[in-house]
């Protein structure tokens, strides 16, 4: 068969509101043209986020009934604890709410002023707690990351010889840690090689510079090289997954993404004397070491779900309905970046919208028009999330998709909204901020359209 069909069947529903243009047209203006300020029960499809939105499966519920809530050392935590040895082979595992706990507990030990800490690409929350600790995040993604066009299958890569340059630059003992992200979402949901992450620990090893991933989506960027990656395709993606994690000496993870779960993290290490100080602030701010800010019933979810999204039937679907979109928005001429990735469609919004500069935020236009148009909720990933003294290097607007949650009819909504927005681009205005917080801006500022 031809058709690849979602692999499960729906026990629940949960009913979408319908809103006419007129109703969506007062929501936004009232949200000051910031979707993140609009209520999720004005909003249609919800492509804001694939972070935290998955449908759990019935296994994953009934291990929300089992979930042992003992203080210390619950049933739930030794089998959190050993799904995840098994997964990434890592001795110490950290449970923490959700991956930017990690990501704050990771750099307020190894950051802090002087320090430049290198990625292919550093996500929103992971450059902010770098430079909430007084180091620099540097990006060193390859160049074809930052071409749309470009069909390069690991646009992920992070750039070796710009590694090398930058640690001969400012000294090894000032790169206290150089991380990848895998798939690398600020860059496209990009997959990285397996080639390039062995790459890449070997420049780390010779300087002794520990290498982490931030590993959120690990199981969509290990199915990623088994299709892409030549010597791969037969082996599984679990097989694949663990040599990600074996490449490394660490990693931060979101289990909003692919442990299928709607929160929770956690940090891995294999260094004995980092996790012991890890352990004190996990203490210390998030909860005791064996349940890290969680309920028993969060680890039960989680472990359910790392095992789950390992299955490469869930797998197949996954990146086939990501496809699916990329592939009918390319046919209708919509530049979008190539090839699809792993968790979204990333529109070009600079292509979309040429009559609109960076300074008017071409990607927050284009989410406003999508809302207006059908009800779809977007995010934009470029000069509005990323502005600053520089412009980003590209105007995007995430498509993320819900893991599970949502059946190619509303796929082909999505399609059919977004040709419909294209074909009346030329309308589309621009926006200017008239009110912004100091950090991560995106999530509170204000618009007026220009
Ligand atoms: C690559 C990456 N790293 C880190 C995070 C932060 O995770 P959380 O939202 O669970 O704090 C995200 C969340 O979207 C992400 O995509």
């Given at each position: 068969?031809?058709?690849?069909?979602?692999?499960?069947?729906?026990?629940?529903?949960?009913?979408?509101?319908?809103?006419?243009?007129?109703?969506?047209?007062a929501?936004?203006?009232?949200?000051?043209f910031?979707?993140?300020?609009?209520p999720?029960?004005?909003?249609?499809?919800?492509?804001?986020?694939?972070s935290g939105?998955?449908?759990?499966?019935a296994?994953q519920?009934a291990?929300m009934?089992?979930g042992d809530?003992s203080?210390?050392?619950?049933?739930?935590?030794?089998?959190?604890?050993?799904?995840?040895?098994?997964?990434?082979?890592m001795?110490?595992?950290?449970?923490t709410?959700?991956?930017r706990?990690?990501?704050?507990?990771l750099?307020?030990?190894?950051g802090?002023?002087?320090?430049?800490?290198?990625?292919?690409?550093?996500?929103?929350t992971t450059?902010?707690?770098?430079?909430h600790?007084?180091?620099k995040a540097?990006?060193?993604?390859?160049?074809?990351?930052?071409?749309?066009?470009?069909?390069?299958?690991?646009?992920g890569?992070?750039?070796v010889?710009?590694?090398?340059r930058?640690?001969?630059?400012?000294?090894a003992?000032?790169?206290?840690?150089?991380?990848i992200?895998v798939?690398?979402?600020?860059?496209?949901?990009?997959p990285?090689?397996?080639?390039n992450?062995?790459?890449?620990?070997?420049?780390c090893?010779?300087h002794?510079?520990?290498?982490?991933?931030?590993?959120?989506?690990?199981a969509?960027?290990?199915?990623l090289?088994?299709?892409?990656e030549?010597?791969?395709?037969?082996?599984s993606?679990?097989?694949?997954?663990?040599?990600?994690?074996?490449?490394?000496d660490?990693?931060?993870?979101?289990a909003k993404k692919d442990?299928?779960?709607n929160?929770?993290g956690?940090l891995?290490?294999r260094d004995?004397?980092l996790?012991?100080?890890a352990?004190?602030l996990l203490?210390?701010?998030?909860?005791?070491?064996?349940y890290?800010?969680?309920?028993?019933r969060?680890?039960e979810a989680?472990?359910?779900?790392f095992?789950?999204?390992?299955?490469?039937?869930?797998?197949?679907?996954?990146?086939?309905?990501?496809?699916?979109?990329g592939e009918?928005?390319?046919q209708?001429?919509i530049?979008?970046?190539?090839?699809?990735?792993?968790?979204?469609?990333?529109?070009?919004?600079?292509?979309?919208c040429?009559?609109?500069?960076?300074?008017?935020?071409p990607?927050?236009a284009?989410?406003?028009?999508l809302?207006?148009?059908?009800?779809?909720?977007?995010?934009?990933?470029?000069?509005?999330?990323?502005?600053?003294a520089?412009?980003?290097?590209?105007?995007?607007?995430?498509?993320?998709i819900?893991?599970?949650?949502?059946?190619?009819s509303?796929?082909?909504?999505?399609?059919?909204a977004?040709?419909?927005v294209?074909?009346?681009?030329?309308?589309?205005?621009?926006?200017?901020?008239v009110?912004?917080?100091p950090?991560?801006?995106?999530?509170t500022?204000?618009?007026?359209e220009?």
């Amino acid at each position: 068969m031809r058709t690849i069909i979602e692999p499960f069947k729906i026990k629940m529903v949960e009913p979408i509101k319908l809103t006419s243009r007129a109703e969506r047209e007062a929501i936004l203006q009232k949200a000051a043209f910031n979707v993140f300020q609009i209520p999720a029960e004005e909003v249609m499809i919800d492509l804001l986020t694939d972070s935290g939105t998955a449908a759990m499966s019935a296994e994953q519920w009934a291990g929300m009934i089992r979930g042992d809530e003992s203080y210390a050392g619950a049933r739930s935590w030794f089998r959190f604890e050993a799904v995840l040895r098994d997964l990434t082979g890592m001795s110490h595992i950290l449970p923490t709410h959700q991956g930017r706990a990690s990501e704050r507990i990771l750099f307020e030990l190894i950051g802090g002023p002087g320090k430049v800490i290198p990625s292919n690409n550093h996500f929103d929350t992971t450059r902010a707690n770098i430079e909430h600790s007084g180091a620099k995040a540097v990006d060193l993604v390859i160049a074809e990351g930052t071409e749309p066009k470009s069909r390069h299958p690991f646009k992920g890569n992070l750039d070796v010889a710009k590694l090398e340059r930058l640690i001969g630059e400012v000294g090894a003992d000032k790169v206290p840690v150089c991380m990848i992200t895998v798939t690398n979402n600020s860059g496209g949901g990009q997959p990285v090689s397996l080639a390039n992450l062995r790459a890449v620990r070997a420049v780390c090893q010779r300087h002794r510079i520990p290498f982490f991933l931030d590993a959120c989506r690990f199981a969509e960027n290990a199915y990623l090289i088994k299709q892409r990656e030549p010597g791969q395709a037969d082996r599984s993606a679990k097989q694949i997954a663990r040599e990600m994690f074996d490449l490394a000496d660490g990693a931060t993870i979101s289990a909003k993404k692919d442990g299928l779960v709607n929160i929770g993290g956690v940090l891995l290490m294999r260094d004995d004397a980092l996790a012991a100080k890890a352990n004190n602030l996990l203490i210390l701010t998030e909860g005791f070491i064996t349940y890290g800010g969680l309920a028993g019933r969060d680890l039960e979810a989680m472990a359910q779900g790392f095992t789950e999204v390992l299955d490469e039937h869930y797998l197949e679907y996954r990146i086939r309905s990501v496809a699916y979109l990329g592939e009918h928005l390319l046919q209708a001429a919509i530049q979008i970046v190539e090839p699809p990735g792993g968790h979204a469609i990333y529109l070009d919004a600079a292509a979309f919208c040429p009559h609109i500069p960076p300074a008017q935020f071409p990607g927050q236009a284009l989410v406003c028009a999508l809302y207006r148009q059908a009800g779809i909720r977007a995010v934009e990933i470029g000069s509005v999330m990323f502005g600053g003294a520089a412009a980003p290097p590209m105007e995007l607007v995430r498509l993320a998709i819900p893991r599970r949650v949502y059946t190619q009819s509303h796929i082909d909504y999505v399609i059919e909204a977004a040709i419909e927005v294209y074909q009346k681009r030329s309308s589309l205005r621009g926006l200017r901020i008239v009110e912004e917080p100091p950090a991560l801006r995106h999530f509170t500022a204000k618009f007026a359209e220009v």
